[in-house]
Structures are given as C-alpha cells and as structure tokens.
C-alpha cells in the first residue's frame, strides 16, 4: 500500500504565515520596548506584556504552523492542547499587567479599589480553572461546561478593565479609549470560537481579527513610546 503524501492547502499556509507574522511582530515590539524605554516602568510593562503575550501565544501557533506544513498527528494534537491551556493562562495574565499599564499611563487617576478586585478576583479564579485537568485540552471534545464557566470569569476581567480605560478617556491625549474598542473586538472574536469552533470550524476564523485587536493594544504602546 502506497503512504499517501501530505498536501497542504492554501487557507492553511496563508493562516501559517500570518501566524509567524503576527509572533515575529509581537517578538520585535518587545525588544523595543526594553530597548527604548530608558527605565520607564510604563514600558516596561508594555514589553512584559508583548513578551507575555508572544510567548503565551506561541505555544499553540507553532504547533499549528507545523500542522498547516506537515499535517496533523497525534503528537501535534497534544501539543495544541498543552499550547491552548497556556494561552488561556498567559491570555489572563495579560489582562492584569494592562491593568497596571491603565495605572501607570493615567498615574494622577486611581483605579476604584472595587474594580480592582473584581480583576484580581476573577483572573485567578479562570487561572485555576484553567488548571483543572477536567478541561480535557488534549482531547477533541473538551470541556464545554468548563469552558463556559471559565470564559464567563474571563469576561468580566475584560468588562472590569474596558471600564478602566473608558474612565480614563483621553485623559492627556493619549486617546486610550482605542483601547476599550481593542478589547470589546477581542471578545467578540474570541467567546464565539471558543465556545463554538469544535461544532463550527469555520467560526475559527474569527481568531484572525482577534489577533489583529491585539496587534492593535500593542501598537497603541508602541506610539506612546515614540512620542
């Protein structure tokens, strides 16, 4: 019997590429942040954040771009699985240090101690979640009740901190309300697939507008950094 030969298809390297673009821009970004921010605590953050988010996203496109190239098997299903819990858990992460971004970007304001809370609160809760074996991330079906629990926990870190930077407004013309848009587009790109993409692959494609939001965040760093 003769080994049929992997053919890749079009959608998936055009995927591949954009996936080893996005994670090349995230890499750059970073080194610029250290590199110019002369001690600056504010980007300082910016580079934990784009690192955070590099690395964390890194995890499961690699494997992904590798799956686009080469095929599926069961070696790269486990380490998509791996890769999708740690992005979740870095993901969370990220949204705490842009709460420390918010606080040193507009440092004449306080963030209400409440909110704050609810941040901490909620974040280490989906943490957590995110820990619990019971997700099945290395499966094909997963966990949907976690799943859901653990991105309704998610959703209200993201809400606590869309109200963060819609108190702030334009605060010293730094026009972070863009940051509010970036995160509601985030969501509402991310909540479908995850909830959704196992019944609905193509809902997937949700996730590249989801990129670009985050591209986005970053850039808002970026040009600050250049002002």
């Not at 992460?93 to 004449?108: A, G, M, N, Q």
């Amino acid at each position: 019997m003769t080994k049929t030969t992997y053919q890749p298809r079009v959608p998936d390297l055009m995927e591949a590429v954009f996936d080893v673009c996005y994670l090349t821009f995230d890499l750059i970004a970073g080194i610029m942040f250290f590199a110019f921010s002369n001690g600056n605590v504010l980007f300082i953050l910016y580079g934990i954040l784009t690192f955070t988010l590099c690395g964390g996203d890194a995890f499961h496109l690699i494997p992904r771009v590798i799956r686009a190239i080469k095929g599926s098997n069961d070696k790269i299903r486990k380490q998509l699985g791996i890769g999708l819990q740690i992005s979740s858990i870095t993901m969370t992460v990220f949204y705490i240090i842009l709460l420390y971004i918010w606080k040193y970007t507009f440092y004449e304001m306080k963030a209400p101690m409440m909110l704050e809370i609810i941040i901490w609160v909620s974040a280490i809760i989906r943490i957590v979640i995110c820990c619990l074996p019971q997700n099945n991330w290395c499966s094909d079906e997963g966990n949907l009740k976690l799943s859901m629990i653990r991105n309704a926990v998610f959703a209200v870190t993201g809400i606590c901190v869309i109200i963060l930077y819609a108190i702030s407004g334009n605060t010293y013309g730094y026009h972070m309300t863009r940051m509010v848009a970036a995160i509601m587009i985030s969501f509402g790109c991310y909540l479908p697939v995850t909830l959704l993409s196992k019944k609905m692959p193509k809902i997937g494609m949700l996730m590249i507008p989801k990129t670009c939001a985050y591209i986005w965040m970053i850039v808002m760093g970026l040009q600050l950094l250049i002002r």
